[in-house]
């Protein structure tokens, strides 16, 4: 990922979550979000987490935000009277994130990262550098064995025009493989969601008796 | 380059902002978005260690992309539930300001 385009969706996303904080009206704040998931998706491309980043523009962009600004629509609150914010919650907000900030910044800190931190090209050449280096899939001569030529993951890496990491085939095989059960209850959460958002937002024929 | 540590701190300083405006602001609607940006910035976390713990194939370790993918999913229901819980208070209160739901204060 180059420094540049880091450090330009880095501050696009930390801008974004101070202005999402900052904004008096809802409707700015919604799109302020916007902003900093848009902000993060860039991170995660540039992390080659295509299909995360794809997806994190899908539903939190589009989806959560047009359910954000549909349910401040709904709930009409233009006439909002200008909040007095008390100067102890004030105080609060800013001490406690600061001192998470700092603590973060002391275990980075004290922490060398060596060369795992640094950020390595993904590539056809690195691949089999690894593989050989593992002993997996070579023969005694260190030649990668004709499987990982044939893998379709070394060929599109190995591609000469246009080398990309195949991301959804590998996270498609990861989740199918490994997480086939998690999966299916993902599938039985968001029926159970749905099914209790049309139960909770159905107007009751006769009021219950707790709303006053 | 970006280094893994500058990708923490990024999550961090978003997490911490998060956090921030779940405190400070008053409008329940602007805390739930706060809350987001805090599941957000956790993910950024995961994938990044998920991209810099390359496996012995030469590949991201994606089970923390997965990890993410889930954590989107239940992001996606909960706030689909959430914001129908905020329209049945607003229903019940007229307000969506945390100040005026003091009902359970001792």
Not at chain 2, 27 to 35: E, G, R
Request: charged content about 15%; hydrophobic content about 55%.
């Amino acid at each position: 990922m180059h420094i540049l385009a880091f450090y330009l969706f880095a501050i696009l996303a930390v801008v974004g979550g101070i202005l999402l904080v900052a904004f008096r009206n809802p409707v700015s704040s919604a799109l302020a979000m916007v902003l900093s998931f848009i902000g993060l998706a860039g991170l995660f491309i540039g992390l080659n987490a295509y299909f995360v980043g794809i997806v994190q523009i899908l539903v939190y962009a589009g989806a959560i935000m047009v359910l954000f600004i549909f349910i401040i629509m709904l709930l009409d609150l233009n006439d909002e009277k200008p909040v007095k914010f008390k100067s102890s919650t004030v105080l609060a907000g800013v001490v406690i994130p600061l001192l998470l900030v700092v603590q973060v910044l002391g275990v980075i800190q004290s922490h060398n990262q060596g060369e795992a931190g640094e950020f390595k090209e993904i590539t056809a050449e690195t691949m089999k550098k690894s593989a050989q280096e593992h002993y997996l899939r070579t023969d005694e001569n260190g030649e990668p064995l004709p499987l990982l030529e044939q893998s379709a993951i070394y060929k599109s890496l190995a591609h000469e025009t246009a080398p990309k990491l195949p991301d959804t085939n590998l996270i498609g095989h990861a989740i199918f493989k490994g997480y086939n059960f998690p999966l299916q209850i993902m599938g039985a959460l968001l029926l159970v969601a749905t099914i209790g958002v049309v139960v909770l937002s159905k107007r009751s024929a006769k009021k219950a008796p707790s709303a006053s | 380059m970006a280094s893994l540590h500058e990708f923490l701190f990024i999550s961090g300083l978003l997490f911490a902002i998060g956090l921030a405006g779940v405190i400070i602001r008053r409008n329940i609607i602007v805390i739930f978005m706060s809350l987001e940006l805090m599941l957000a910035a956790a993910s950024l976390t995961l994938v990044a260690f998920s991209r810099f713990h390359i496996q012995p194939d030469g590949l991201p370790d994606y089970n923390g992309q997965v990890f993410v993918f889930f954590i989107i999913t239940v992001a996606a229901a909960e706030v689909a539930v959430g914001l129908a819980i905020i329209v049945a208070l607003y229903r019940a209160r007229q307000t969506i300001n945390v100040e005026d739901l003091n009902s359970m204060r001792g």
